[in-house]
């Protein structure tokens, strides 16, 4: 073990950073305080450029499970990217991915906000494409013009937000909120934040950017880049309009349910778990336009202690299967791997929102307040069908991954690989058993009041035991079997690839632009413009040259008898 | 083939002869002055006793004594007529006194002698050809010159002449004639717009052509391939050479750009909209040439080889290095001059 390695040195400063802001965190949420911090950069006549920082409960503890998971992230990397000699680049581009999420938690502005945004969409492309092959390319290239749609939207409400005479959106989403500025406002921030958060139209990008390193999906996924659009929501809220909220309601709801169907069809371990992330996303989205955002942010925070972990465990799975991410290879784990199972299935059940873990104090409670709210009936049969299917595939991953016979090649050698990955799990595992009761009692000293008739409220857990019992049953297959999923085949293969959307929002969106480029070029670049551009003009001077050169070959005593004569002409003209 | 002492004396009397020329009162003190440089000129160009001197310096005899018999016979005609006064508004006078000074300065519909007497010279005559004995007709035009169709016509001409006539052109020497027949367009344009700022472009011109000359007659290039043969050993005068050649066709951040600048900014204060577009646009062209005899030996047979690294390269002579340097931050320093007031 080398302490003086770039991870270690990573693993103790961002720990360190987190520990600090968790406990700043603690304080600012018991004593209510807010702080801003105003760094006035340059006035030139009337106009300050300013650099404002926020400092509140929200942002701190954002701040405080970003750096700690990102350290737990970056000690673990330095066992599951050992040998790797590209591991300064990869570490220094994680540490550049935690100041971006800094920029973007921590102010209240949106050009600084724009700064963090643009952040995340270059380190993420980095990190994507790192195993330099086409299939990262193509998903780096997926996730950053995803994620540019969304820079759009941020420039385009910086420009809108001209109109209030500052980018401190914190001081006017109240004020200004119906006004017309504000509602193009908030629909901008809403569509960017639904690039980021991957909802509906813009899902593909988020199981394609798999191809990165599985910290990096431990990082993305838990506290980061998909989170960074729900932060933007949750800070936004209090300016969303009544049909914004319902459409947003809508995307998310169907996000949730998508994602949730289609984690059962796939076969990827690592795509399972972010369809997963997805469907959480939903949740997030959906309950933040439901209207209780600190709920939201209670379940972001949650979901990220046990989504990182989850992915530190498939992580480690995938890395003693020798990088295959197969899960009808896999099978039988738990027999070698005890405790990353152990952890696998503490992670997978907080998910789930067994009691007492962290999800449930989250999860739990969203769905009582949407039992609780005023709802129509398709918003809840999604909000409880995707609960249901949460568990549904979690219960699959289980049938897949941990039980059974071993089914990779007889020649394996398995183990709880890593003392360092080990630790990083270790250290999640805790706060994934405490830290859902330990926040639900700092962010809500008051407890929200449930009041449900009894069907309603033992619902939730109707619904899940019924979707882990389907999972299980769903997914075991012998030998001869019959198989359901090919006598249905086609609704099969449409669930299980996300509803068409790669191929809807991503080829159908660049058919049309790709197919014109090719015309463009075919008939302007390398037709029109090059016959009459450049190699136009090119062969039209050589033939004016050519004919001066002919002039020149003429005699000298011919130019000179031409000289006499016009001479001859001017004296003549001058005379007449 | 004449020895330094008579070099000496020889280029003592072309420059009293341009010097008598361009400040003489009278007609025929400036034919006397042209031809003491014509006469002083001619045994100069017979450095080598070959054919290609000989032809060239006929040549140049024939065309140059023909343009100053007509220039004498205007001149006494002149004396006789009362009607024929200079400067009258009589537009076929201007363009009788002209023409034989055109001739001289091998300016475009009259410059077919140029490119053939170029060709039999050695560099230092080239250089001489193209600046010094340019500079007696050019003064003489510039005395009496107005803005009329013959003279706009005469620059287009030349213009378009000395961008068209060197883009096919494999001699160096060729190339630099077209250049200067180009240029002497320009030249025109600026003396029909001030007075004096002509004679800024002359010498920034004279100044740009010195530094070519030096380079390709340091390095003994005659042809556009040998550019990219013989430079391969010596980065410097690769980088000095493209840089002094682009300087000459007039390429914004050095100094060949300076006088241009200020020619189309007089012509668009003159209302001169459409030559000063037809002078740019066939400047671009003047550029493509000037950029392709760089260009194989810049971009594509640029070798370097370790044995030639190990040897000593840098044997570029002071001046030419001078000279560039001048070239390439001329413009800025120039411009700050300006602005100090």
């Not at chain 1, 990397?77 to 994680?94: A, E």
């Not at chain 2, 003592?12 to 361009?22: F, P």
């Not at chain 2, 024929?84 to 201007?94: A, E, G, K, V």
């Amino acid at each position: 073990m080398n302490f003086i390695s770039i991870c270690f040195v990573s693993f103790f400063f961002l720990l360190f950073f987190g520990i600090l802001s968790f406990f700043v965190g603690f304080v600012f949420v018991v004593k209510d305080l807010v702080y801003f911090i105003e760094w006035d950069i340059i006035t030139l006549n009337s106009s300050s450029v300013v650099m404002t920082l926020l400092f509140d409960w929200m942002s701190l503890f954002f701040l405080g499970f970003v750096f700690f998971i990102s350290s737990l992230v970056v000690l673990y990397s330095d066992d599951y990217m050992h040998g790797d000699l590209n591991i300064y680049r990869f570490i220094y581009l994680v540490l550049l991915f935690v100041v971006s999420m800094m920029f973007l938690i921590l102010s209240p502005n949106l050009i600084s906000i724009l700064l963090g945004w643009d952040g995340l969409g270059l380190v993420s492309y980095c990190l994507v494409i790192y195993y330099q092959n086409f299939k990262s390319y193509g998903a780096g290239m997926l996730t950053a013009l995803s994620n540019r749609v969304g820079d759009v939207a941020l420039l385009m409400s910086i420009a809108w937000m001209f109109n209030f005479g500052s980018w401190n959106y914190v001081y006017y989403l109240f004020f200004m909120s119906g006004s017309m500025e504000m509602n193009f406002i908030s629909f901008l921030v809403v569509l960017a934040a639904m690039t980021s958060s991957a909802q509906i139209p813009f899902s593909s990008w988020l199981p394609a950017a798999m191809a990165a390193p599985t910290p990096v999906s431990a990082l993305v996924h838990s506290s980061t880049l998909v989170t960074a659009g729900v932060y933007l929501l949750i800070r936004f809220s209090c300016s969303f309009g009544d049909s914004l909220n319902s459409f947003l309601l809508l995307v998310s709801g169907l996000t949730m349910f998508m994602s949730g169907l289609g984690a059962n069809f796939e076969f990827d371990l690592s795509s399972v778990i972010a369809l997963s992330t997805l469907s959480q996303l939903g949740l997030m989205v959906g309950i933040v336009s439901f209207g209780f955002p600190e709920l939201a942010f209670f379940h972001l925070l949650t979901h990220a202690l046990f989504k990182a972990l989850l992915f530190m465990c498939a992580g480690v799975v995938i890395h003693v299967m020798g990088d295959s991410q197969d899960i009808r290879f896999m099978g039988g784990v738990s027999f070698f791997m005890p405790f990353t199972s152990s952890c696998l299935v503490v992670s997978s059940f907080a998910l789930c929102g067994m009691p007492f873990l962290a999800g449930f104090y989250s999860s739990d409670l969203i769905l009582e307040m949407v039992l609780l709210g005023y709802f129509n009936f398709f918003g809840l049969l999604l909000f409880f069908l995707s609960t249901g299917l949460t568990v549904c595939y979690s219960f699959r991953l289980f049938y897949y991954v941990l039980f059974g016979d071993f089914n990779l090649s007889s020649f394996c050698s398995f183990e709880d690989a890593g003392n360092n990955m080990c630790t990083g799990m270790l250290g999640l595992l805790v706060v994934v058993i405490f830290g859902g009761s330990m926040l639900s009692w700092l962010i809500f000293p008051t407890p929200f009041v449930i009041c449900l008739p009894f069907y309603l409220s033992t619902s939730v857990l109707l619904v899940s035991i019924l979707g882990g019992w389907l999972g299980y049953e769903l997914s075991k297959v012998d030998l001869g079997e019959f198989l359901f999923s090919m006598f249905l085949y086609k609704s099969s293969f449409f669930f299980g690839s996300m509803w068409f959307m790669p191929y809807v929002f991503v080829y159908g969106v660049s058919l049309f632009p790709l197919n014109y480029g090719y015309v463009i070029i075919k008939s302007f670049d390398s037709g029109w413009s090059e016959f009459f551009g450049g190699q136009g003009l090119f062969w039209f001077f050589s033939f004016l040259a050519k004919g001066n050169q002919w002039l020149q070959y003429g005699s000298l005593s011919v130019y000179m008898f031409f000289i006499v004569v016009w001479i001859n002409l001017l004296v003549f003209f001058m005379f007449m | 083939m004449p020895n330094n002492s008579t070099k000496i004396l020889l280029l003592t009397t072309l420059t009293s002869g341009i010097l008598i020329s361009i400040s003489s009162n009278s007609w025929f003190g400036a034919w006397m002055g042209l031809e003491i440089n014509l006469l002083s000129f001619i045994p100069m160009m017979m450095e080598k006793k070959n054919i290609y001197t000989t032809e060239a310096s006929l040549k140049y005899f024939i065309v140059q004594a023909g343009a100053s018999s007509m220039l004498l016979f205007m001149v006494m005609m002149s004396a006789m007529e009362e009607s024929m006064l200079i400067n009258s508004d009589n537009l076929y006078t201007q363009m009788l006194m002209n023409t034989p000074l055109l001739l001289k300065g091998g300016v475009a519909p009259m410059h077919w002698w140029f490119p053939g007497v170029m060709e039999g010279l050695n560099w230092n005559n080239c250089l001489i050809l193209m600046t010094l004995q340019k500079s007696a007709p050019l003064s003489l035009i510039s005395y009496q010159i107005n803005n009329d169709m013959f003279l706009e016509m005469i620059i287009v001409t030349s213009v378009m002449i000395g961008a068209i006539g060197g883009l096919n052109q494999t001699s160096l020497r060729k190339i630099m004639t077209y250049s200067s027949i180009n240029h002497t367009g320009w030249m025109m344009s600026a003396m029909i717009t001030g007075n004096d700022m002509w004679v800024t472009y002359f010498t920034i011109y004279s100044m740009l052509t010195l530094t070519v000359v030096s380079i390709v007659k340091t390095t003994k290039l005659s042809f556009v391939n040998q550019m990219a043969m013989t430079e391969k050993k010596n980065k410097l005068t690769k980088f000095l050479v493209f840089t002094s050649i682009l300087s000459l066709g007039g390429l914004p951040p050095f100094l060949g750009f300076m006088p241009k600048w200020m020619v189309i900014q007089a012509m668009m204060t003159n209302e001169m909209k459409t030559t000063a577009t037809m002078m740019v646009l066939m400047s671009v062209v003047t550029l493509y040439y000037y950029m392709r005899m760089t260009y194989s030996s810049l971009m594509m047979l640029h070798l370097e080889t370790k044995w030639l690294i190990a040897q000593p390269i840098n044997k570029t002579p002071k001046h030419i290095i001078l000279l560039t340097s001048i070239s390439i931050t001329g413009l800025m320093m120039s411009e700050m001059i300006m602005n100090l007031d």
